[in-house]
C-alpha cells in the first residue's frame, strides 16, 4: 500500500516545463536574439525582429507586461525574477553602448521597452532627419556585397515609410492614379540613391544604367549586378 505522503504533490518548478513562458532552456543565457544592435535608427524594423525573437522563445508577456510577477507563488515569484533578469539581458545586449548606458538600471523588460518605444517608437519629424541622415551617409564599402548593401538600404527605406508613409487617394473609383504614380517617383529616386551610393567598381554599370531611357525596377539592378559580377568571375 503507498505511503498517502506519496499522494501529496510538490509545487511543480515552471521553469522546468516546455510549454511554460517561464520555461529556460539551459542555452538562454547566452542567447543573441537578434544580429542588429539597435543604435537609434531603424527602431520599427529592429522592434519586429527583437518581437519576433521574443514570441518565438514564448517571452512576449514579459516585455508586454501581460506576464506579472505572481507575488502569491513563491515558486512563481522567483520564476518570474529569474525569466525576467534573462530578457532583460536579451534586450540590453541588442543595443548600442550608448542606449545601454540610459536603460542599464530599470528594474523589468517592459519598462526598458516602455521606455525605447516612447523615446524611437513614435513617428516625428526628429526622428525623420535621423533616418534621412543614415541614408545621406550610407555607401556601399568595398568588403560589402551588393545584397548586404540593398538590405541596408532596404531598412532605411522602411523606416521613412513608416514615419512618412506615401500618400494615396482614398477616393472610390478614383482614375487619377495618384497613387501608382507616387509610388512609382519614390521608386526612381531610391534606385537612383542605390546607384549612386555603390561602390566605384560599378561605375561602369551605374552610368549604363543612369542612361537608359526606360529605368528598371531596383530589383532588376540587382540582378543584372549579380549577374555581370558572376560572369566576370567565371
Known sequence: MRNSRDKISKPSDPTMNPSSPYFLHHTDTRLKLVSTIFSGVGFKSWKRAISIGLSGKNKMGFMDGTIKRL???????????????????????????????????????????????????????AQLVTVYEAINKAAQTPNMSIEEFFTKMKSLWDEVDAVDPVAVCSWTGCTCELSQKTLKSQQGRRLIQFLMKLDAKYQHSRSNILMMKEMPTIMKVIESLLKNKSSRNQ
Open 71 to 125: 507575488t502569491t507563488s513563491s515558486a512563481y515569484g522567483r520564476a518570474w525574477d529569474k525569466v525576467n533578469n534573462v530578457v532583460l539581458g536579451w534586450l540590453l545586449n541588442a543595443v548600442d553602448e550608448r542606449i545601454y548606458q540610459s536603460v542599464l538600471w530599470f528594474k523589468t523588460t517592459k519598462e526598458v521597452w516602455d521606455n525605447l518605444e516612447q523615446r524611437f517608437g513614435q513617428s516625428s519629424s
